[in-house]
T-cell receptor, first 113, second 114 residues
Framework: GAGVSQSPSNKVTEKGKDVELRCDPI?????LYWYRQSLGQGLEFLIY????????KSGLPSDRFSAERTGGSVSTLTIQRTQQEDSAVYLCASSWGSYNEQFFGPGTRLTVL | RKEVEQDPGPFNVPEGATVAFNCTYS??????FFWYRQDCRKEPKLLMSVYSSGNEDGRFTAQLNRASQYISLLIRDSKLSDSATYLCVVKGPPNSNSGYALNFGKGTSLLVTP
């Protein structure tokens, strides 16, 4: 079946611009996660959605980052006023339930010039 | 100090060699442990879960030592296709706010050469 999809696959933007990254989870998966993988930093957790519960935003690095999940399916991660240190690969994952295997999408490679 | 520590490598080994990766974690409340594999410019994929009793999947053996907070992965008879980055991952106990987010090490790079 279809896996997690993300768009765009690559995004180049100028410092100060806003960007939106999209994630389509596996159909039926109730939990959705965003992670960021920066060069030399490894993967770090950003935000978690489970069903209709309030999201866990504890991993978001600043208030320039926000995410929403509409209809319990598609999620959008928004970064406002991008900075060069935001350059990274943003990975989305989904799972059936909070404690089951997480399946990752191919990621969006963001470059801020 | 990062919660999950790994030797970054790279480990360069010939085909057929046995190679071992180690990982330590700092949160003694961690409950679930995994090894993920990540190919260059690809997403991470689950390789295997790690259990206290140790577990084996073909050429791969994973071990967990809770007392030492230490996880290992052994690859026997390595193949060219094993070349990748191996990520050590831990999760906290269920019903805690660390019970669902994966906590990744920075990864160990493996290159298997002919």
């Amino acid at each position: 079946g279809a896996g997690v999809s993300q768009s765009p696959s690559n995004k180049v933007t100028e410092k100060g611009k806003d960007v939106e990254l999209r994630c389509d989870p596996i159909s039926g998966h109730t939990a959705l996660y965003w992670y960021r993988q920066s060069l030399g930093q490894g993967l770090e957790f950003l935000i978690y959605f489970q069903g209709n519960s309030a999201p866990d935003k504890s991993g978001l690095p600043s208030d320039r980052f926000s995410a929403e999940r509409t209809g319990g399916s598609v999620s959008t991660l928004t970064i406002q006023r991008t900075q060069q240190e935001d350059s990274a690969v943003y990975l989305c994952a989904s799972s059936w339930g909070s404690y089951n295997e997480q399946f990752f999408g191919p990621g969006t490679r963001l470059t801020v010039l | 100090r990062k919660e999950v520590e790994q030797d970054p490598g790279p480990f360069n080994v010939p085909e057929g060699a046995t190679v071992a990766f180690n990982c330590t974690y700092s949160n003694s409340a961690s409950q679930s442990f995994f090894w993920y594999r990540q190919d260059c410019r690809k997403e991470p994929k689950l390789l295997m879960s790690v259990y206290s009793s140790g577990n084996e999947d073909g050429r791969f053996t994973a071990q967990l030592n809770r007392a030492s907070q230490y996880i290992s992965l052994l690859i026997r008879d390595s193949k060219l296709s094993d070349s990748a980055t191996y990520l050590c991952v831990v999760k906290g106990p269920p019903n805690s706010n660390s019970g669902y987010a994966l906590n990744f090490g920075k990864g160990t790079s493996l290159l298997v050469t002919p």
